[in-house]
């Protein structure tokens, strides 16, 4: 595997690029920072009241192609909060919808396919993803990007594991039983799936980059289902196929899963710069089962955002401490922004973070 030490830093598509020199950027490079830079996965969206007006009546799916749509929605929690970095407003299942696969995001449910793949021929359903079938995505990259000026934008992507899922339950999926069914029943069959979608994820990050991302991040929602032999022979060498087809664009990219406390060293390993720790795992045990060698990022509980702010101050302030020990930390949560979480409760973690770990500055 590839050593993120040995990465270049300097090439002219890193300085060119639109935060490129951001707080960000630097810390998910494990440079000196005079802050920690700090995101919210799912900051853009329902917590916000700004967002739930501006999606009023439009449906999810439509909401993210239409790139006025997307710009503005990506710079609400930039402008709201003050966080170091937006992430493209969007969704995993974005770039399949875009090759033919009929699905729609159920309001309450999420991403339902509507004929499920269980057979050979359904990898027919699963063509190559060409620029050209997402002009919407590039655009509204480079809108989001001449709106942020220095502070950089993250593009993202789904991991082959979690979008097999989807396609191979037909929606969310608790058990994920027909998936490991498929898995250990046809392993060929898997891992042809796998590889057709990890080139569709490779794509869709690289049309993200080009059009000005300046950093990707990998969600692998549900590899925490997963055993660690199951995960290293069939899941890890497909995300190790997108997230090295993205590398060579100079860009930091961050590989995050829910529950992946005992995957993380093969996460990492799987070719990243940082590696997204949820709320289970300690960041100090997260350096510790990487090896030291990768920038963190996380990982406060979404639902102290909840409790008094007495108790979340003290936990966040421990973040960052803990974080202290990683040769690089990003501060985000150990997964996304709950709906009902009140945003000025964001703001002042953003604030508070800034302030402990840096003194009085301002946000990248």
């Known amino acids: 595997m590839t050593d993120p030490a040995a990465r270049p830093t300097d090439t002219a598509l890193q300085t060119a690029r639109p935060g490129a020199g951001s707080v960000l950027v630097r810390a998910a490079r494990r440079e000196p920072v005079p802050h920690t830079p700090v995101w919210f996965m799912r900051q853009a969206g329902r917590s916000l009241p700004e967002y739930r007006q501006l999606r009023e009546g439009v449906p999810m799916l439509e909401a993210c192609r239409t790139p006025e749509l997307v710009a503005e929605i990506t710079m609400q929690p930039v402008r709201r909060h003050g966080v170091d970095a937006a992430i493209l407003f969007s969704d995993i299942v974005v770039p399949l919808q875009a090759v033919g696969v009929d699905l729609d995001i159920v309001p309450g449910v999420g991403p339902v396919v509507a004929e499920p793949f269980r057979t050979r021929a359904d990898l027919d359903r699963l063509p190559p993803l060409q ?38 339950e037909g929606g969310p999926s608790r058990n994920h039983e027909r998936t490991k069914a498929l898995m250990h029943g046809d392993p060929r069959l898997w891992s042809d799936l796998c590889a057709r979608l990890a080139g569709i994820a490779a794509a869709f990050l690289r049309v993200q980059v080009e059009a000005g991302a300046a950093a990707v991040q990998l969600f692998d929602s549900w590899a925490g289902a997963l055993s660690r032999a199951d995960y290293r022979r069939l899941v890890a060498p497909h995300s190790q196929t997108v997230l090295a087809a993205v590398g060579e664009l100079g860009v930091p990219r961050i590989h995050f899963g829910v529950g992946t406390g005992e995957l993380l060293a093969d996460m990492a390993e799987a070719g990243t710069e940082v590696i997204g720790v949820d709320y289970r795992v300690a960041l100090p045990d997260a350096v510790e089962r990487t090896g030291g060698r990768y920038a963190v990022q996380g990982n406060l509980d979404p639902a102290l955002l909840f409790a008094p702010w007495e108790a979340l101050e003290r936990r966040v302030v421990e973040i960052v401490q803990e974080g202290r020990q990683a040769p690089g930390h990003i501060f985000n949560l150990g997964h996304g922004v709950l709906p009902d979480t009140d945003p000025t409760v964001l703001t002042r973690v953003v604030e508070l973070v800034h302030r402990v770990s840096g003194g009085d500055v301002e946000p990248a």
């Open 131 to 168: 620029p050209e079938q997402v002009p919407d995505v590039a655009e509204s990259v480079r809108r989001t990007v001449a709106m942020l000026g220095e502070t950089p934008l993250i593009g993202f992507a789904g991991a082959p594991f979690t979008l097999a899922s989807y396609l191979v």
